[in-house]
């Protein structure tokens, strides 16, 4: 009677047990089934993927393969030709170049010292022994000493009056050094000046006025502006001066810019 009357009020119980259990066990079969689709999907699709990144690579190097095949002989020119290139670089400069820098620098350091001295005459032809500036210009002008050796030359002739001259020479100098650059264009803007060739000095004075600097700039300036005096270009002239004021209050120009300042002002009332 026991067993009975525990078997009757138990079973409900158990057999709900045992739905749950069945209905737990259905629901993981479910989740591994599908988690087992799943990542069988995702080693299909891996393996498409890379069968296709395979084919890929291997149709990169067919065709690699069949280009270089077809163009071997241009390519092969081209490798030579850029090997040649090298080597008449490097041997240009190692053979070529760097000596006649060496010796145009040997040259230039005895005129040097003659126009340091101001003998102007040795330092442009020469005292027998070394090549004078002149020389040096014709025979090394590609190097940088040859280029040096013509700023020296024209520097001679400005001081000689030879003002043509200085301006040939002076054109021959292109410096690196950007001040250097500046200061060689005042010169040929001093040299067109004093042949009264107004507009060719004004146009290397605008240039030189690009050194922006309270030494030489204010200096240009004030030539400029003396310039457009003698073209009677009185507001250009005015304008120049009242730069210096502006800009260069440090410069030795700037302490009698009032002067030229004032003139003008009354010549354009």
């Not at 709900?16 to 990542?39: G, H, P, S, W």
């Not at 077809?70 to 090298?86: D, F, Y």
């Not at 040997?106 to 102007?120: C, I, K, S, V």
Request: proline residues 2%; charged residues 25%; aromatic residues 12%.
């Amino acid at each position: 009677m026991i067993w009975q009357t525990d078997y009757k009020v138990f079973t409900p119980y158990i057999i709900a047990i045992r739905i749950k259990k069945c209905i737990f066990a259905r629901q993981k079969e479910l989740t591994i089934n599908t988690v087992n689709k799943m990542d069988t999907e995702n080693n299909i699709r891996n393996t498409e993927n890379q069968e296709e990144k395979n084919f890929n690579v291997g149709a990169l190097v067919t065709n690699t393969e069949q280009f270089l095949e077809k163009n071997r002989k241009i390519i092969i020119i081209a490798l030579a030709v850029v090997v040649v290139g090298i080597a008449a670089y490097f041997g240009y400069k190692h053979l070529y170049a760097i000596p006649r820098e060496k010796n145009a620098q040997a040259e230039l350091f005895a005129a040097q010292q003659y126009f340091q001295n101001e003998d102007y005459d040795k330092a442009l032809k020469g005292d027998g022994k070394h090549a004078g500036l002149i020389n040096i210009v014709d025979e090394y002008g590609s190097t940088k000493s040859g280029k040096l050796a013509a700023y020296y030359a024209g520097n001679i002739y400005l001081q000689k009056g030879e003002y043509q001259k200085a301006i040939d020479y002076l054109n021959k100098f292109s410096p690196d050094d950007m001040l250097m650059k500046y200061q060689t264009k005042a010169l040929v803007g001093d040299a067109y000046a004093e042949l009264n060739q107004l507009d060719k000095a004004i146009s290397a004075y605008k240039e030189a006025a690009k050194a922006d600097n309270d030494i030489t700039t204010p200096f240009v300036l004030l030539k400029m502006g003396q310039i457009y005096e003698m073209q009677q270009k009185n507001k250009e002239a005015l304008e120049c001066y009242k730069s210096i004021k502006k800009d260069y209050p440090n410069s030795m120009e700037f302490r009698e810019v009032e002067k030229y300042i004032s003139r003008m002002e009354a010549l354009l009332k």
